[in-house]
């Protein structure tokens, strides 16, 4: 299966340019959308879902065109929003059992299996029959991708699924998503850096916009081999050092903070070299679009 995405561009009504020709290849497996909040994510993802319609541009799916032929797609879609609501009177069993209507399984034999079988595989058989207003956020979420998967679905949206998570709830969504994204295309859109480094064999960054980086997170990180370079310092040095390195993030550590720089070289003798992560190459990515957009500010 493969997704083409060819110069998407949307502008909102309160001028907001939230996507600039935005072209993406996606192909069966997890995709991550990976970017900071007010990037133009779920606006991507709401379009793919026919939720919205883009200014320009155009969307294909094996042969459909998403944005015109909108029947063709729902019907091979699965969808988590950003802001998922439920009927909280309603059991699990119930709405699950609702939806499935919605979405053409008509017959009640068929229906039951797979609700059954949706439910299981989401581990939430065992609360089937509880209120899904008493439901924890991870249940919650998990519900979410059981809706999600009704009807078989071979391109499953996922927006922003495990923020608000705790580490044991994210833990088993990320081994659900993981297991049905075998087969059919998953795009797992977040801000979160280890979603995307745990689960996804592709992704871009997205950054206003626009698309900065395409490509396999493990390439990604070996094109930064030998330039990232760590050293731990008070607090207070942190201006210092931001005006003389390229200082592409900062984390707590033992209540001192350790910088990740992003160098070609040795910045000097009391840094040491690291191996690359996701986290480094979304930092590098991210700033370099920031400079860039100043100087071309700067410029205007
Ligand atoms: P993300 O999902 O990456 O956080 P969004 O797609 O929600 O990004 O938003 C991208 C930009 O578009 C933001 O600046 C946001 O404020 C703006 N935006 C999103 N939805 C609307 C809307 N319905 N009307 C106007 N502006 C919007």
Known sequence: MKLTINNVSKRYGNGVQAL????????????????????????????????????????VLDGIDVLKEK?????????????FGVYPESSAEELLSHLAILK????????????TTLLKQTNLYQYRKKKLGSYSGGMLQRFGIAQALLG??????????????????????????????????VILSTHIVDDVSQLCGNMAIIHE??????????????????????????????????????V???NLFAGKLLLHVHSETRPDNSFEEVEPTLEDVYFTTIKAAK??????????
């Open 104 to 115: 053409g399984i008509s017959r009640t034999k068929d229906r039951k299996q797979t609700v």
């Open 152 to 185: 078989s679905p071979e391109l499953i949206i996922v927006d922003e699924p495990t923020a608000g998570l705790d580490p044991e709830e994210r833990k088993r969504f990320h081994n659900l998503l993981s297991e049905i994204g075998e087969s059919v295309i």
């Open 71 to 83: 029947d063709k797609i729902r019907r091979i879609l699965g969808y988590l929003p950003q802001e």
């Open 291 to 300: 400079k860039q957009e100043l100087e071309e500010k700067e410029a205007a």
């Open 248 to 250: 592409i993030s900062t």
């Open 20 to 59: 600039k020709d935005v072209s993406l290849e996606i192909s069966t497996g997890m995709f991550g959308l990976l970017g900071p909040n007010g990037a133009g994510k779920s606006t991507l993802m709401r379009t793919i879902a026919t939720l919205q319609e883009a200014d320009s541009g155009s969307i």
């Open 209 to 246: 916009g626009r698309v900065l980086l395409t490509g396999e997170p493990i390439k990604t990180m070996a094109g930064l081999q030998g330039k990232i370079w760590r050293k731990v310092i008070d607090k207070q040095e942190l201006s210092q050092y931001k005006d003389t390195f390229n």
